[in-house]
Structures are given as structure tokens and as C-alpha cells.
């Protein structure tokens, strides 16, 4: 009897445990999301351009793969929680600092600043630490997480922005993340304590053999592409849906809202069909999607065309993704499965470091042209689509 209730007693603290780690991530994603949606009046009313707008989007990003791997490290040396409340503490720094942003240089170097607090994967290795039995039904939870934090982030940001002015985001997102760092101080306790991680680290011998394998140099080379464009014409979107076509904050949260959920749905939808007919169609599918609709550009540029194209385009790119991921995986899984840490590893680096380049290069197209980054995101999925046509024959 004594045993039974000291089980129930373990569980219900890894209930709690896992409850206060994604409540963590889902206030990280609330405020990404917040400050996604009045960072374009924001970074206009410091004069700033398209351009400067997609160095701000872009330099987070930057600052954020690169410690990424650093803080994670540390955390399996000095404790996950320890490493936890210094990113968020350095976040909440770099954040309100933003709010004080007198001009776009200040602006972009406090942007910096905030994405240096990178604390998802210490997050992720928490949830190992903990189930490691269970991975699947934990990381569903954490995949949840991040899909609920974006949607609220999304509407709180868009009534903050459009009563409050667009620099209030930074204040609100600012308190979350000090809500949540008193949270994480009273409650989350160390897992590192009680599991050792046995997260696997990339070794630079590991990735030569690896590189070897001509079929996972292929799919690297198309998911940095999709990371690249993808995280690109997401933050020229909502520049040009609310400095362009002069929306208000409400109504492109209404337009983005939507886009997410059918890029959501395309991703189950996708998930299912690459099981069924095989990952290499899904792919080819979803460029084929993107480069169609991406022609409707030469047909016109107004608001409604603009929507249709970007809801398509973001269809595509959601099945490329799921398709790109699952090649990734049974290349891994078939030619080296002793080195899949390392194969997701360098995926994913590389992965974080295009996404961050990929606002700063489309939005810089976007200042010479409004219609210039979608041709050149057209050419650049028409030269993965030769590219995969060929690798596919071959």
C-alpha cells in the first residue's frame, strides 16, 4: 500500500514537473508571436526600412542558433534549471531594453540581445530527463505548446499593438517572461540531478562520415532551403500585410491566425499521405504547389491575391517540411542510425542559421520590390524542384 502511494506521489510530481516546462515553453512562444506583430510599426516609426525590419526579425534568430548549443551544453554541467532562469533573466533584459529603443541601431542590437536567452533546448532535454520512456506522448505535448503559444501570442499582440502602441509589446512580453522566471525559480525542480542526458553531441568525424552519404547532403541542402524561405516570407508577410496594405493589428492577427491553422492541418494532412505514397512525392508535391500559385504574381499584386498566394505558398511549404523530415529521418535510420544526434544536429543548426538570414535577405528584396521576393522564392523552389527531380531519377 505504502509503495502504491509513493508512485502516485512520484507521478503527480512529474505531472507537475511537466506542466511548469511547458507552460515555460508556452510563454516563450506567447511572447515571440506578440512582439511578431508589432515589430513592423515599431521598427517604421524609428525610420526604419523593410530592410532594417528584416535584420531585426533576422538578428534574434542569429543570436539564438548560436547559443543554442552552448546553454544546452552548460545545462547538462551546471544544472537545467540554473541554466534556464539565465536565459530567461538575459531575455527579459534584452526585451525591455527593446521597449527603451530610441532608434533602429539600438533596436537591432537589443534584438541580439533577447534571442542570446535560448532556452528550448534545455526545455527538450528536461522532458528526456523525465520520460524517457514516453518521448513521443511528451514531445506531442510540447509540439502543443508551442501551436497554443503562437495563437494567444498572435492576439494578445494585435490588441496590445493596435490600443497600446506597437512598443507595448515589448513591455508585455517582458512581464510574461518575469511571470514565468518566478514560476520556474519556486516550482520547476533540477532534472539533471536525477537522470543523467545522454544527448548526443556532434563531433566533427561524425559529420564527415555522415557527409559521405550523398542522399542526406541532398536533403540537408533542401531543408536549409525551406528553413531560409519559409522563415523569410513569414516575417514579410506580416510587414506587407500591415505597412503595405495598411491592416490594422486585429485584422492581420485574423488573416494569420488562419494561415496557421491550414498550415497546421497541411502538416497532419502531410504527415498522413507521406506514410501512404512516400515522402519523395509529398515534396515534390508541396514545390509544385509553391511555385504555381507563386505565378499568380505576374497576374497582379492586390490584397486578395497576396492572401491566396501566401496561404498556398505556406501549404507547400508545410508539405515539404514534413516530407523533408521524414527522408531525413529514414536516411538516418538506414545508413547511419548510431549517428542520428549528430545527422538532426547539424540539420538543425544549419536549420536556425537560414532561418535567421532568410528575413534579412527577403526583406531586403522586398525594399527594391514588393513582388521581387516571391519571384526569387519561385526560382529558388524551381532549382530544388530540378534538383529533387534529378536526385529522385537518379
Not at 113 to 131: F, K, N, P, R, T
Not at 318 to 327: C, P, V
Request: hydrophobic content about 55%; charged content about 10%; some cysteine.
Amino acid at each position: 500500500m505504502e509503495k502504491n502511494s509513493n508512485s502516485a506521489k512520484i507521478e503527480n510530481k512529474a505531472r507537475i514537473f511537466l506542466f511548469i516546462v511547458l507552460y515555460a515553453n508556452f510563454i516563450r512562444y506567447v511572447q515571440s508571436s506578440i512582439i511578431d506583430i508589432g515589430l513592423p510599426t515599431l521598427v517604421l516609426g524609428l525610420a526604419g526600412t523593410l530592410a532594417a525590419y528584416g535584420i531585426a526579425v533576422g538578428m534574434f534568430s542569429l543570436t539564438q542558433s548560436i547559443f543554442q548549443f552552448p546553454i544546452a551544453a552548460a545545462s547538462d554541467k551546471i544544472g537545467r534549471k540554473i541554466m534556464i532562469i539565465i536565459s530567461i533573466f538575459i531575455y527579459i533584459i534584452g526585451t525591455f531594453l527593446c521597449y527603451f529603443a530610441q532608434n533602429i541601431i539600438e533596436l537591432i542590437i537589443f534584438r541580439a540581445i533577447q534571442g542570446v536567452g535560448a532556452y528550448s533546448s534545455i526545455i527538450q532535454a528536461m522532458i528526456g530527463d523525465y520520460y524517457r520512456k514516453q518521448h513521443g506522448k511528451a514531445m506531442a505535448l510540447y509540439t502543443l505548446s508551442i501551436t497554443m503559444g503562437f495563437f494567444l501570442g498572435f492576439i494578445i499582440g494585435g490588441y496590445v499593438a493596435f490600443y497600446l502602441g506597437s512598443r507595448s509589446i515589448f513591455l508585455i512580453a517582458g512581464i510574461l517572461a518575469i511571470i514565468s522566471l518566478i514560476i520556474v525559480i519556486i516550482f520547476l525542480r533540477d532534472s539533471s540531478r536525477a537522470y543523467k542526458t545522454q544527448r548526443a553531441k556532434i563531433k566533427i568525424t561524425d559529420i564527415k562520415i555522415i557527409l559521405k552519404e550523398k542522399q542526406f547532403k541532398f536533403i540537408l541542402l533542401i531543408n536549409s532551403l525551406r528553413w531560409f524561405l519559409f522563415f523569410g516570407i513569414y516575417a514579410y508577410i506580416i510587414w506587407m500585410l500591415e505597412i503595405h496594405y495598411e491592416l490594422t493589428q486585429i485584422e492581420t492577427i485574423s488573416l494569420l491566425i488562419s494561415v496557421v491553422l491550414l498550415y497546421a492541418i497541411s502538416i497532419v494532412i502531410g504527415g498522413y499521405l507521406t506514410d501512404r505514397i512516400g515522402h519523395k512525392k509529398i515534396m515534390l508535391f508541396g514545390q509544385f504547389l509553391v511555385i504555381i500559385f507563386g505565378f499568380l504574381f505576374f497576374f497582379g499584386s492586390g490584397l486578395i491575391i497576396f492572401i491566396i498566394v501566401s496561404i498556398f505558398v505556406s501549404i507547400g511549404f508545410a508539405f515539404l517540411e514534413i516530407g523533408g523530415n521524414a527522408y531525413l529521418s529514414k536516411i538516418l535510420e538506414k545508413t547511419y542510425p548510431e549517428l542520428k544526434g549528430s545527422g538532426f544536429g547539424l540539420n538543425n543548426t544549419l536549420g536556425f542559421f537560414f532561418s535567421a538570414i532568410g528575413p534579412i535577405f527577403i526583406c531586403a528584396l522586398g525594399s527594391i520590390d514588393i513582388l521581387l521576393p516571391y519571384y526569387v522564392v519561385s526560382f529558388i523552389i524551381i532549382v530544388s524542384l530540378l534538383i529533387t527531380l534529378k536526385f529522385v531519377k537518379n
